[in-house]
């Protein structure tokens, strides 16, 4: 991706600000653990071809993606059609970027017996080990695991995942063998430039980690101050030791496409405590980005592969890949390639699909004083110019 500012214009590409028609497609529904502070990070896989060539001086193009849900039928799908399937025509973008980064929205285990934490639970998410496979030829470099799914199949379940993605040389961040690992930061490193990543999920309580205990990093939000006070000191801890950081946090109300004000208020205390970017996941939609002391707030990424339903409405089978140019402790630019889920599959978005997914993109990133820039495969994020801001902000 080029490296220019977010706030840079292109001839051409002025900013979308329609909501997009209807749309008459439906879909169906590196290396170990988290190394602790001061660890080497580990480096991008190189040497694909098809990869983005880095401009001079320390940089690279981050891929984040939201929910990954391998189970269920998509884990057929892999058993019948093979490992690459669920990528579809996406993986050749996957393959241009430095580093990629996904939620990992279920556990990766031979488990049989379910997790339970007390709380009915609809849904539980399980994919054969060798499903990482599918991972691998991606090119995944990191997988976030603090989410409502990585313990579905116990504490046994998420531990043997952690063995097969420790196995499969692919990063994790937010699930341990207790509170330590799973609060520490996973650290990669591309283009001359160390990558850390912290990961958290308000939900399930029952599944925290513990000083003595397995399980995820849970982060009540809006959490107490001096819970906010300890989550801060973790991502300034993981900033110092890293040129870029990335805040991962899986949560909010599934199917909401706004994020409540508790969750815009903790995304924005955390790139306050230092992080350069949030990724936010979990309400399996799409939702608004925002640009808060020039850093990006993806309040929400949406599912990139799953065998969900398709709300006609909110149409969860709609999402991005969004790819981040960056360098140390800045975005260059932010772009979005939009993408549909059908048949289990990822494919990039055309037609009335991908008209519609702009559209409403740029409603709600115009709601953030955001902008959005069609420039054909892609959309470019950028601040709202200083005058529409203004009118933005005299209007309430």
């Known amino acids: 991706m080029p490296g220019t500012g977010p706030g840079a214009e292109q001839a051409g590409a002025g900013p979308v600000t329609g909501k997009g028609g209807a749309d008459g497609q439906s879909g169906r529904a590196r290396g170990g653990r988290a190394a602790a502070p001061g660890a ?32 269920r039928l998509v884990d ?50 399980r994919a054969r080990p060798s499903a990482v496979e599918t991972l691998k030829l991606a090119g995944v470099d990191l997988a976030a695991l603090a989410n409502n799914h990585a313990c579905d199949f116990g504490f046994e379940g998420m531990e043997e995942m952690l063995a097969v993605l420790d196995q499969a040389g692919i990063a994790h961040a937010g699930a ?77 109300p599934n199917l909401r496409d706004r994020p409540p004000r508790e969750f815009r208020e903790f995304a924005r205390r955390l790139i306050e405590a230092g992080a350069d970017a949030f990724w936010g996941h979990g309400a399996h939609v799409v939702q608004g980005i925002e640009w808060y002391r020039g850093r990006p707030i993806l309040y929400d990424a949406g599912d990139l592969i799953d065998d969900y339903a398709a709300d006609e409405t909110l149409r969860n089978d709609l ?10 402790s800045r975005v260059d630019s932010l772009r979005v390639v939009p993408v549909a889920i059908a048949d289990m599959r990822a494919h990039v978005a055309r037609g009335r699909a991908r008209t519609w997914l702009v559209g409403k993109l740029a409603e709600l990133c115009a709601e953030m004083g955001t902008a959005i820039h069609d420039e054909g495969r892609a959309v470019r994020v950028t601040p709202a110019a200083p005058a529409a801001a203004a009118e933005r902000s005299a209007s309430g």
């Open 319 to 328: 999402s991005g890949l969004f790819l981040l140019r960056v360098g140390p």
């Open 76 to 125: 057929g799908c892999i058993a019948d059609r093979g490992f690459a399937y669920p990528w579809g025509d996406v993986l050749p973008l996957l393959r241009g970027a430095d580093l990629r980064m996904i939620n990992l929205e279920c556990a990766l285990t031979q488990a049989a017996d379910r997790g339970h934490d007390g709380a009915y639970r609809a849904f539980y998410f």
């Open 176 to 252: 341990g063998s207790n509170l330590a690992a799973a609060r520490a930061p996973a650290r990669l490193a591309a283009g001359g430039l160390s990558v850390s990543v912290v990961a958290i999920a308000d939900s399930p309580p029952g599944w925290a980690a513990t000083p003595e205990s397995p399980g995820i990093h849970y982060v009540p939000v809006p959490p107490k101050p001096s819970t906010l006070a300890e989550i801060a000191g973790t991502v300034a801890e993981a900033k110092r030791d890293a040129d870029f950081c990335i805040v991962s946090v899986h949560g909010g």
């Open 40 to 71: 080497a990070p580990r480096s991008g896989r190189s040497g694909r071809s098809g990869k983005a060539q880095t401009p001079p001086g320390p940089g690279c193009t981050i891929a984040l993606m939201g929910d990954v849900m391998l189970g």
